[in-house]
């Protein structure tokens, strides 16, 4: 019999910020994600990378300004390095976990590169802020170069990027294979490396993909059998922040798409969360989606804690 599949896609609160936070957040996080694992699940991570990706991001580029022959990083590279950095920490503090569990299962990060489409929408609108707080005169040198930037009130000048949605994955050949050595498998982090094709080769775009959008092509991709979503809340809610807000424990596609008219999520952190959701569980059978805190996301699976979207 078949394992079941799970693609699990971490959020800030599951890596932390800086060098030390990541570290003490990514041991907390190996031994839900080794929970999972000794229970029989084939698992597959997806992660965040803001606070990372911006932190390299703006590391590069003040020492392409500071040492000269050297320039500065695009996003793509970026992304590349933080999938690095962070995959490095989550595979290794996986492996330990399972070898205190004597379970012996190797853990792989792959760099993952993910294509979008050029004339995505989004690429006319950024909304996606990287990066340091500029002043003005730095704000207008990258205006110059074609970059977008948004001024905020009191802090300055931010770069903004797009975020597209996700086409397709390069790498996913690869990635089932692993899966289907019952293996380990950290891919599409951050979303992935934004691609495009131009002739024979992967060029880099300046974007960022929302990771749950990728986690979600992904579980398609790999037929899995739920998508679990890990969030800095326990519950999906409506009438979120206001006196009368409600916690879901559990949402029909018809109760999703209905919420989403009303206008209940909010755009930037929780509907794509729920739009990736009603389009995984739509394109395939018996399937489900789960979004919860980390801490529930054990309990989540019997229907416990969280919210399920079937």
């Known amino acids: 019999m078949a394992k079941k599949r799970i693609v699990m896609a ?23 994600i080794a929970d999972f694992i000794q229970e029989g699940w084939q698992v597959a991570l ?16 003040e020492f392409g300004k500071q ?38 299962k190797p853990v792989a990060t792959i760099l993952t590169q993910m294509m979008v489409d050029p004339y995505d929408e989004a690429f006319y609108t950024p909304v996606k802020p990287v ?20 001024e905020v009130p009191g802090k300055g000048f931010r770069r903004v990027v797009a975020s597209p949605k996700p086409v397709a994955i390069v790498e996913i050949d690869v ?22 094709e131009q002739g024979y080769n992967l060029k880099g775009a300046s974007a960022v993909i929302e990771k749950d959008r990728a986690a979600g092509l992904l579980a398609k991709e790999i037929d899995a059998d739920v998508l679990m979503i890990l969030t800095s809340v326990d519950n999906v809610t409506l009438n979120y922040g206001k006196a009368d807000e409600k916690p879901i424990t559990a949402m029909s596609l018809e109760d999703a798409k ?18 990736t959701s009603i389009d995984f569980i739509t394109h395939g ?12 996301a054990k309990a989540s699976l019997s229907g416990k804690a969280g919210t399920t979207i079937r």
Not at 131 to 150: D, F, I, L, Q
Not at 258 to 275: D, H, N, R, V
Not at 285 to 296: F, H, K, P, V, Y
């Open 10 to 32: 971490l959020g800030h609160r599951a890596l932390g910020t800086n060098l030390p936070e990541q570290k003490e957040a990514v041991a907390k996080t190996a031994r839900v």
């Open 175 to 196: 990635i089932k294979a692993v899966l289907d050595a019952d293996q380990i498998v950290i891919a599409c982090g951050g979303g992935g490396i934004p691609v495009m």
């Open 46 to 61: 997806v992660h965040s990378n803001a606070p990372q990706v911006g932190m390299i991001h703006t590391a590069m580029n």
């Open 67 to 104: 040492h000269e022959g050297y320039t500065s990083a695009p996003m793509s590279v970026c992304s590349a390095m933080s999938q690095g950095y962070i995959g490095y920490d989550l595979q290794n503090g996986i492996r330990t976990e399972l070898i205190k569990r004597g379970i012996y």
């Open 285 to 296: 059978n018996g399937r489900c989606a789960i979004i919860t805190s980390m801490e529930q």
């Open 258 to 275: 209905a919420y989403i008219e009303e206008g209940q999520f909010e755009f930037a952190s929780m509907l794509p969360k729920i739009e």
């Open 131 to 150: 990066g340091r707080y500029m002043t003005a005169e730095e704000a207008k040198e990258e205006e110059e170069k074609g970059n977008y930037v948004e």
